[in-house]
């Protein structure tokens, strides 16, 4: 998160959340994960105290037998007891209409590092239904790209990013 925070300010871009996945559960906010959204947000308040916005996401890519992922944005509010009470946010994703080199590179690295921990997903195997685990993935990010993609470009982008070059 650091590298990513600094990297971001590099490029005059800001921090707006973070990620993490329930691999084979609902994406719904456990407590662990409402205490750390809680703490993200209390980070992002400005100088002025002000609260800069702070999104959690939560992705599901393997529960159940749907091909399309779940994902979950939510952000914590707190009573007036002060507990910590997670909020469901309703998204609408609005895509450019390339990728840039600069983005497809950052996203090719992390491909890359992440491929040689044990716990790195192998693209190739299968998941169920015929369906291979890039297979799977291309079809839920198509759920959220928009509808007028009617070439290949984005499935080859990422093709070239998941691919193993060691």
Sequence with gaps: AVVSTQSTGQQDMTVIGWYHSHPTSSPRPSQ?????QSVHQQHMRSLDGRIDPCLGVIISPFRG??????????CVMHT????PVPMHLEYTCMWDSTISQ??????RAMAILYSHKQTGVKFHNHWRNNLTIFQKMVQSLK????????????????????????
């Design 143 to 166: 759920q959220k790209a928009p509808k007028d993609i009617s070439d290949n470009r984005f499935v080859d982008i990422l093709r070239h990013i998941v691919a193993k070059e060691e």
């Design 65 to 74: 037998q749907s091909p399309v992922s779940e994902m979950q944005l939510f």
């Design 102 to 107: 600069e983005l497809a590179t950052e996203m």
């Design 80 to 83: 007036n007891d002060g507990r």
């Design 32 to 36: 662990h994960d409402i205490v750390c």
